[in-house]
């Protein structure tokens, strides 16, 4: 199983981006997923959450701004930063935990994504 994460890139103070996580490979189903950003000289912090209800949960610092969503049928999951502020600026990985099959699941993380807050 590969968790592949795009989207990120430059932008300025206010603006926007999307970013995707895709799962890929022998899955099952997968229950929670959720977006972690690391910031230099910073501990990785969880951003957003989503479970496969549709349930979703936010940090303080991005509740309101951004909205984590998911496409069950596509295995991926989706982070809208709107207003974005030079302070999100920081690596964003994808983490879920996938069932690989009815008995067995593990944690698993991609790559990360780097995003750029800056005039």
């Known amino acids: 199983v590969q968790l592949q994460a795009s989207g990120g890139g430059l932008v300025q103070p206010g603006g926007s981006l999307r970013l995707s996580c895709a799962a890929s490979g022998t899955i099952f189903s997968i229950n929670a997923m959720r977006w972690y950003r690391q910031a230099p000289g910073k501990q990785r912090e969880l951003v957003a959450a989503?479970?496969?209800?549709?349930?979703?949960g936010y940090a303080d610092s991005t509740e309101g701004r951004f909205t984590i969503s998911r496409d069950n049928a596509k295995n991926t999951a989706y982070l809208q930063m709107n207003s974005l502020k030079p302070e999100d600026t920081a690596i964003y990985y994808c983490?879920?935990?996938?069932?690989?099959?009815?008995?067995?699941?593990?944690?698993?993380w991609g790559q990360g994504t780097l995003v750029t807050v800056s005039s």
């Open positions: 983490n879920a935990n996938i069932l690989v099959n009815r008995y067995y699941g593990y944690n698993y």
């Open positions: 989503i479970l496969s209800d549709g349930s979703t």
